[in-house]
């Protein structure tokens, strides 16, 4: 998130691949986070290292913020972006006992389907963003 060196586009696709894999790896971990804001909603950002620096100082902040005028999508809130790729990423690991029972899906059809997001979630969030 902090890397100047690197695009828009390259941000998008690996902070995707990076939440999928710890997720493949953890898959109880957004049940586990969940709770814990529902539990402790006031200590959670300093449990996970989040502050209000981090985001709105990002390096990803600040090109978001700067793709969003270039584009003229100034209606456009850059917080949307990283929480739809949040959202994107980590709802179908929530949801997965309801689509893995309705899709018949198994624990390797699950990980190939996953795999399959981190191909498309970046195409969405470009889409939004309207990046060629």
């Known amino acids: 998130m902090n890397d100047s060196s690197t695009t828009l586009k390259e941000k998008v696709e690996n902070i995707v691949s990076v939440y999928i894999d710890i997720l493949l790896d953890n898959p109880n971990l957004p049940v586990f986070i969940l709770g814990e804001i529902q539990a402790n909603p006031e200590n959670i950002t300093e449990k996970i290292g ?31 972006i990283p929480l739809n790729i949040l959202a994107l990423t980590i709802f179908p690991f929530v949801a997965k006992p309801i689509l893995t029972s309705v899709s ?10 996953s ?13 939004m963003l309207k990046i060629e």
């Open 50 to 80: 989040l502050s209000e620096e981090f985001i709105l100082k990002s390096v990803l902040y600040k090109q978001l913020k700067e793709h969003i005028r270039e584009k003229g999508l100034e209606n456009m809130n850059p917080l949307h």
């Open 104 to 113: 018949g899906m198994d624990e390797d059809q699950f990980r190939e389907f």
């Open 115 to 127: 795999e399959e997001r981190k191909k498309m979630i970046p195409i969405w969030v470009k889409d």
